[in-house]
């Protein structure tokens, strides 16, 4: 703590998994001898830069940025890009540290890390979100490359962003280098499916526990928070495996829309209107839009948190478990606080954490880095089969480390435990480096 100060998101993020690892430092204690914890928390490397864009007003603007190379044991690292105004290194530290533990259970060869910067693209224009990706990059470029580092995107990062950085990147380098980012285009490199991917799995692994206790998601009622990519693709895939998805969030509030989201207005009013949630309201009579509210207060038996850390607390949890929820799972990083965890854990609900339940998303990423590799491009079916295929090995590895080291059904300490084991033994592998 006194080495990371004021990280308040990281030092939640590490206590988590610490606590997992009581059971695997018993067992196995080289793993204290050799130092492999305190290594793991420490990024292998940090950067932190300026950013200066102009406006349209022709005023210059300076924001910061931040990339955490965290550990690249298994692969180059491997994390996405944040833009918002509450992004700080803490924040990047956290999400950094997820991703290792997040990317190991994907079972891929790809390492850890995150970056973003303060900078708020809601209302800029195009051409402002350009200059600013544009600048950004100017400085990243010099850090990524397929084999050493490579992005993708997160909160305000979409294609818009990535097109723009990618353009910046091969003007600089000169060099037509795929591999280097993803979540690209269709048209310049990217993979179908990466757009679907992270709300598509989360739902994958939400089936999958269902499964193991006999039930499924068809006819459940279903509430995601958020109305972003995450989000929207939950919602989606939820649907049409027969799930009647009632509610989703933005930061200002809520809609209940109790005939079935309309996934296809949803996506209008948010992806190529870029409006705030309270346009779908407007525009479909029966739903309700609720500013201000607290989405967890909608009834459900499946909630799917896809926005925001530290968004769901235990009351929102205790309003949930009195509601009758059965399963939870994180399409978002952390989204719950350790005392909502912990309230889904003693009151028997389903409780995927993050790392993997919202695996599938990097998953597909190395699926475009592949692609890229070896320059082909496979149809929508092919890609969300093997997508399907990793969220089912994803649970598979936490359900099984869960077993073998005495908490069964407990995802958190079986992702947390399962991951570590792969990384550390890497780690181990390599020397001390
Ligand atoms: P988007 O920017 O597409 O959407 C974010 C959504 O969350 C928006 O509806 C936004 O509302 C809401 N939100 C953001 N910040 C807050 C806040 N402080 N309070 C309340 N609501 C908020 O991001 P993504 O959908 O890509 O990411 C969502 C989550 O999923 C994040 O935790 C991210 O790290 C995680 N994730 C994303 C992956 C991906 O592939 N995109 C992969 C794995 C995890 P508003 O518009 O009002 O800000």
């Not at 130092?35 to 349209?56: G, H, K, M, N, S």
């Not at 909160?155 to 980012?181: D, P």
Request: aromatic fraction near 8%; include cysteine.
């Amino acid at each position: 703590l006194a080495r990371n100060p004021g990280e308040g998101e990281f030092h939640q993020a590490v206590l988590e998994v610490l606590e997992s690892l009581g059971p695997v430092v018993r067992k196995h204690q080289h793993y204290v001898d050799e130092a492999v914890i305190e290594r793991l928390c420490e990024p292998e490397r940090q950067l932190i830069f300026r950013v200066p864009w102009t406006d349209d007003q022709g005023r210059v603007q300076i924001n910061r940025a931040f990339r955490v190379e965290f550990n690249s044991a298994l692969g180059p690292y491997k994390g996405g890009l944040r833009f918002h105004p509450s992004v700080y290194l803490g924040i990047v530290k956290f999400l950094g540290f997820e991703q290792i533990f997040k990317n190991a259970l994907t079972g891929m060869p790809i390492g850890g890390g995150k970056g973003g910067s303060d900078f708020d693209p809601k209302g800029r224009s195009d051409a402002e979100v350009m200059r600013f990706c544009q600048s950004l990059m100017t400085e990243l470029y010099r850090h990524l490359g397929e084999y050493t580092d490579v992005p993708a995107g997160d909160i305000g990062v979409g294609g818009r962003e990535i097109g723009y950085l990618f353009g910046q990147y091969k003007r600089i380098t000169n060099r037509y280098e795929s591999g280097v980012l993803t979540g690209k285009g269709l048209s310049y490199g990217g993979s179908q499916v990466r757009t679907e991917a992270t709300g598509y799995g989360t739902v994958f692994f939400t089936e999958e526990m269902l499964r193991l206790s006999n039930r499924s998601l068809s006819g459940r009622r279903v509430i995601v928070s958020g109305s972003g990519n995450v989000a929207i693709y939950a919602a989606q895939k939820a649907a049409e495996l027969g799930a009647h998805v009632v509610a989703c969030s933005d930061s200002s509030g809520y809609v209940v829309d109790e005939a079935g989201l309309d996934i296809a207005l949803l996506k209008q009013v948010k992806e190529v209107d870029r409006a705030r949630l309270s346009a779908y309201a407007d525009q479909r009579p029966d739903a309700s839009y609720v500013a201000g509210g607290r989405v967890w207060d909608v009834p459900c038996e499946v909630a799917l948190p896809c926005a925001t850390q530290n968004e769901l607390d235990a009351a929102a949890a205790q309003a949930l478990v009195t509601n009758g929820v059965l399963a939870v799972a994180e399409g978002a990083n952390m989204p719950c606080t350790p005392d909502a965890t912990r309230v889904f854990q003693e009151k028997g609900v389903l409780f995927a954490p993050g790392k993997a339940a919202n695996a599938g998303g990097v998953a597909t990423s190395a699926l475009e880095m592949q692609q890229n590799a070896s320059r082909d491009s496979w149809s929508f079916a092919h890609t969300e089969e093997r997508l399907r295929d990793i969220m089912v090995g994803v649970h598979e590895r936490c359900a099984s480390a869960a077993d073998e080291y005495g908490t069964p059904g407990n995802y958190v300490a079986g992702a947390n435990i399962s991951s570590f084991l792969q990384v550390a033994d890497a780690m181990l592998s390599l020397g001390v480096v």
